[in-house]
């Protein structure tokens, strides 16, 4: 919902919609951008006032503010300028002025955060500027949603760090836990290898408006650092639960060995058993 307490100050012919990520659409979604094919994401318009679609990952309000002929961003009004920044900077759990990012590129002005975005440019690049902001804030929203998962997967990781060294029968019980923990880790390496492409794209000549505010945009998020290091993270997550799950393995085979070892001695002491007593009953005959 738009805070109405913010909207009476937005300079006059501000346009405020709502566009939704989700994984899929169908031909009545009002779809206004396509992810690449390897990411399977689509941006949908909907209603400010309307709940979330069904498949919906993450929502977006973006503010429009077409400038009129021969005039420039940096000439709008100081107090219309604030307006856009507070608005741009306010979320549900209050403002946030530090996940607020203003950019000035050719005239245009762009302030972006997580959850809010706003543009003020000439109107035949609105499109253009909206669309790279999708994809930007797509790209941040997958690398915060692993960050927080591998955020709280630690402490699990560090108790099962023993079990990458011995397993016994206690431990048997945590197969399920540890499998769970072992395809978490292997899906995060796959949601950050296949945003990996475009979070490294290298810088595109001739530049453009857009290219050059994705850019712009994934310097100041930090997106290539962040990227490496889940990387590196992920891959200690993936030889720890690897290394678990081999030591698990090994030792039900060990034991399903060692049953039946037990088995085939039992039978075979059986046999001498029954072989004795016969003996014993033919000697008496």
């Avoid at 759990?93 to 809010?116: K, N, V, Y």
């Avoid at 072992?182 to 290219?211: C, E, K, N």
Wanted: hydrophobic share 40%; proline share 7%; charged share 20%.
């Amino acid at each position: 919902m738009i805070d109405p307490s913010l909207t009476p100050e937005l300079p006059k012919g501000a346009l405020i919609e709502k566009l939704t990520l989700v994984t899929q659409c169908s031909a009545d979604d009002d779809v206004v951008l396509e992810l690449p094919p390897p990411l399977q994401r689509w941006a949908v318009r909907s209603s400010t006032s309307a709940p979330p679609l069904p498949k919906c990952i993450a929502e977006v309000l973006i503010l429009s503010l077409p400038l009129e002929d021969r005039q420039n961003a940096q000439s709008l009004e100081p107090t219309s300028m604030a307006a856009i920044q507070r608005w741009v900077g306010h979320t549900s759990g209050g403002p946030i002025d530090t996940s607020c990012h203003l950019m000035q590129f050719q005239g245009a002005q762009i302030w972006w955060s997580p959850e809010r975005c706003a543009i003020v440019a000439a109107p035949d690049r609105l499109i253009s500027i909206r669309n790279a902001l999708i994809e930007v804030t797509f790209y941040e929203l997958e690398l915060r949603h692993i960050e927080r998962q591998v955020g709280a997967a630690w402490p699990e990781m560090e108790a099962d760090l023993p079990l990458a060294f011995q397993f016994d029968e206690r431990s048997i019980q945590r197969r399920s836990e540890l499998k769970k923990r072992f395809q978490l880790a292997l899906l995060g390496r796959a949601r950050l290898a296949r945003i990996g492409p475009y979070v490294h794209a290298p810088h595109l000549y001739p530049p453009t408006l857009s290219s050059q505010l994705s850019e712009r945009l994934r310097e100041r998020t930090r997106m290539m650092h962040r990227h490496e290091f889940l990387s590196e993270q992920l891959e200690v997550f993936g030889n720890v639960y690897e290394l678990c799950g081999q030591r698990s393995s090994d030792y039900v085979h060990t034991r399903t060995g060692t049953i039946l070892e037990w088995i085939i001695i039992i039978l075979l002491l059986a046999q001498t058993l029954f072989t004795v007593v016969e003996i014993f009953a033919a000697s008496g005959t």
